[in-house]
């Protein structure tokens, strides 16, 4: 089934797995849960020779265990999880595979933008059948959270604090009553929530002051801030994670060079570190410069490579997707980007000369004149 869908969610796409780790798991069970708490962590961060199992689970999501852990705790007592950091950093991923592994089902998602309504976390109605029979439970249309609360499961709600106060509001309620009330119907009017459900929620800490969490809110959730990854070592794993799966999706068989590699990651961390430095935004570039950007910039240079190139991948290539994928804003990002290449990377070129800082530099060179 999962082969079927462009994208299939967790639960779906890891559905042996949890297979197999629910017929394996003595463990306790808060509320109606699927795993264990012990076996979720070990679903997402992936198994080791000490977990004795007799197959291999893979790791999914890359950072501190204590994150995972954290979070996982919070939903055990039935409280709101927040997931807030910057753009890229993995916590809608992060949701998804917990209430995949708790609930078996990622998919009761609410997104939330400045046209976010209550009806959007609430309820709305058929219209037809309002006017043909009225107002009843039959013509309601439950919410993804409603729709959780009544089968005691997780809801998802993504970008929270791109809502406006009214729909934080109105979440406020359902996080500290655990029912929603239906005032047009006279019989069967609340919809409790069955044990076991709970709402993850992530938030982007650049959106800071879009729509500002009340302190009533914030007291409902446990926070967890997951920081942008700088290690190396864990950034690659999450790249070559990533970008394999991009690869099996397209049946692509293509090397990706250990060098290439260490190319971009290290052209992440001299960027990031001149956004750090920059006195003014025009020195910094609109990017978050995020592990996701750099998964992006990668599978665009591996797809062109597949599709036009000679299925191998270049190191002309990759400074052509970088560019192209970072200079959102003309002049002031190629500028950036110039002044990077001038100064960070032509020094590598030439000392590499023939090898891959050579081709970097001279797809990067002409990749910037094109767009300037």
């Known amino acids: 089934m999962s082969d079927e869908l462009l994208r299939a969610p967790a639960e779906a796409k890891y559905a042996e797995e949890l297979d197999y780790l629910e017929s394996v798991d003595d463990g306790p069970k808060p509320f109606a849960w699927r795993l264990s708490p012990r076996m979720v962590r070990l679903f997402v961060l992936g198994s080791e020779r000490s977990d004795g199992l007799d197959r291999e689970i893979g790791q999914k999501w890359f950072g501190d265990r204590s994150f995972v852990e954290r979070a ?146 914030k007291r409902r959730f446990n926070f967890v801030r997951i920081p942008v990854v700088t290690n190396k070592k864990s950034e690659a794993e999450i790249v070559r994670f990533r970008t394999a799966e991009l690869m099996r999706r397209h049946s692509i068989e293509l090397d990706v060079p250990p060098t290439l590699l260490d190319i971009l990651l290290q052209s992440f961390a001299d960027l990031r570190a001149a956004s750090t430095s920059a006195t003014s935004d025009d020195e910094k570039l609109e990017s978050a410069l995020s592990t996701a950007e750099q998964i992006g910039v990668l599978e665009d240079a591996i797809l062109h490579s597949q599709f036009f190139g000679d299925r191998a991948l270049k190191a002309e290539t990759l400074a052509s997707s970088l560019v192209g994928s970072l200079a959102r804003r003309s002049p002031e990002d190629l500028a950036v980007l110039n002044k990077f290449w001038h100064g960070v990377v032509e020094p590598r070129g030439r000392k590499d000369e023939g090898g891959p800082w050579e081709g970097f530099l001279e797809g990067g060179r002409e990749a910037i004149a094109k767009l300037s």
């Open 72 to 217: 996982i705790v919070t939903l055990a007592s039935d409280r709101g999880l927040l997931l807030i950091g910057d753009p890229g950093t993995g916590k809608s991923w992060l949701a998804e595979l917990l209430s995949a592994a708790i609930s078996r089902d990622s998919t009761l998602v609410v997104q939330g933008t400045a046209g976010t309504t209550e009806d959007h976390i609430k309820y709305s109605w058929n219209v037809s059948m309002v006017i043909a029979k009225g107002q009843s439970r039959e013509s309601l249309i439950p919410s993804p959270i409603m729709t959780a609360m009544e089968r005691g499961v997780i809801g998802r709600f993504e970008e929270l604090t791109r809502s406006t106060s009214d729909v934080q509001d109105a979440l406020i309620s359902i996080l500290s009553e655990k029912y929603v009330s239906i005032p047009e119907l006279d019989d069967d009017n609340i919809v409790f929530a069955k044990p076991g459900f709970s709402i993850i929620a992530t938030a982007n800490s650049r959106d800071r002051g879009v729509n500002d969490l009340s302190s009533a809110l």
